[in-house]
């Protein structure tokens, strides 16, 4: 049951990014260069956090201490 609630939170915060993020794009008084370089800093945010993510789960695999107490 909580996975569900925690998805549903998920999907309805996307949701909303989502039209933020449309209105500012199609915004004609905000300069085409600044939604260029907008856009290029979320997709390079969104690439890093894919691979800190990827990479902390490599590392999750290999822990040799997961039943030690810390």
Known sequence: MTNAVLITIGLAI?????????????????????RIL???????SVILLGIVIKDKL???????FKGVDR
């Open 14 to 34: 996307l949701v909303m990014v989502g039209w933020i993020a449309k209105g500012f794009f199609l915004a004609a008084s905000i300069p085409i260069l600044l």
């Open 38 to 44: 907008v856009g290029i800093v979320i997709v390079g």
């Open 58 to 64: 490599k590392q999750d695999k290999k822990d040799d």
